[in-house]
Nanobody
Framework: QVQLVESGGGLVQAGGSLRLSCAAS????????MGWYRQAPGKQRELVAA???????NYADSVKGRFTISRDNAKNTVYLQMNSLKPEDTAVYYC??????????????WGQGTQVTVSS
């Protein structure tokens, strides 16, 4: 069984910073890409940032220059450093991992989500 557990969300004023963490645990054989998605009320879930096992990154245009994704492969953990936050960044942020467990082939796993609220 594989779990993704997120932490680090909360309430912050515009211009502030938050750091999200997501740790994968369980019977993990290997992890390919990890990433963060977000979903605001009434909107579709969208990719925020992703990082491969080799460290290649991809960002949504709306967060480039403000957010940084990183990972610690030894800890099966991915981070999202969010700076210069804006009210439009308010959403539930979900961790995603494309991984292979000992019991199953590669598939996507999702965390439970963490709320990020940016006040103006």
């Amino acid at each position: 069984q594989v779990q993704l557990v997120e932490s680090g969300g909360g309430l912050v004023q515009a211009g502030g910073s938050l750091r999200l963490s997501c740790a994968a645990s369980g019977s993990i054989f290997s992890i390919n890409a990890m990433g963060w998605y977000r979903q605001a009320p009434g909107k579709q879930r969208e990719l925020v940032a992703a990082i491969t096992s080799g460290g290649s990154t991809n960002y949504a245009d709306s967060v480039k220059g403000r957010f940084t994704i990183s990972r610690d492969n030894a800890k099966n953990t991915v981070y999202l450093q969010m700076n210069s936050l804006k009210p439009e960044d308010t959403a539930v942020y979900y961790c995603n991992a494309d991984l292979r467990s000992w019991a199953m082939g590669p598939r996507d796993y999702w965390g439970q989500g963490t709320q990020v609220t940016v006040s103006s």
